[in-house]
């Protein structure tokens, strides 16, 4: 079942603008190609296809295929008569988007809430000055994003399009 190489010149550029658009999110491009080179693959695929197809060492495709499984992005599978631990991706996105959504801006929401309400409460016991003054104008806009940004998070539309 191992892989050669060679992959058809459509799947190459698919690989190479998953890669582009993982790294452009700030996941890593080698995360968006192993997707790709999964999604893309009839068969089941072990990390030596995946070190051979994509040129990558095996620690970045075994960290890699961990954060897709941690997305949901990607199961690790059964081969009848092979011990080695095989991959084949999810195709469904809704799933695959949320988890990384979850990840990416629900916990960076979380900890910008949490640093903004540390700001408020250290800027409450203050005396002020003009620095001040325009820290506290500062931290209430963050506040008025981060409120805004939550309100979209939680927005039944974007949650039901998501599951």
């Known amino acids: 079942m191992s892989a050669s190489p060679h992959i058809d010149p459509i799947v190459r550029r698919f690989i190479e603008d998953a890669g582009n658009a993982s790294q452009s999110l700030g996941a890593g491009r080698v995360i968006g190609q192993i997707y790709a080179f999964l999604y893309f693959s009839r068969e089941p695929r072990c990390l030596a296809d995946m070190q051979a197809v994509l040129g990558i060492s095996k620690g970045g495709a075994s960290m ?3 954060q897709l499984e ?11 008569g092979d011990r080695k631990d095989y991959y084949e991706a999810n195709d469904w996105f809704g799933k695959i988007i949320k988890s990384m959504l979850t990840e990416a801006v629900g916990t960076k929401l979380g900890a910008l809430q949490r640093s ?12 002020g000055n003009g620095e001040l003054t ?16 939550a309100k979209v998070w939680r927005n039944p539309v974007l949650q039901r399009l998501l599951k």
């Open 70 to 80: 941690q997305w949901g992005a990607a199961r690790r599978v059964w081969v009848h």
């Open 116 to 127: 903004l309400d540390a700001a408020e409460k250290e800027l409450q016991d203050i005396e």
């Open 64 to 66: 890699s295929v961990r």
């Open 134 to 149: 325009f820290v506290r104008d500062r931290v209430g806009r963050l506040r008025q994003f981060q409120s805004k940004a």
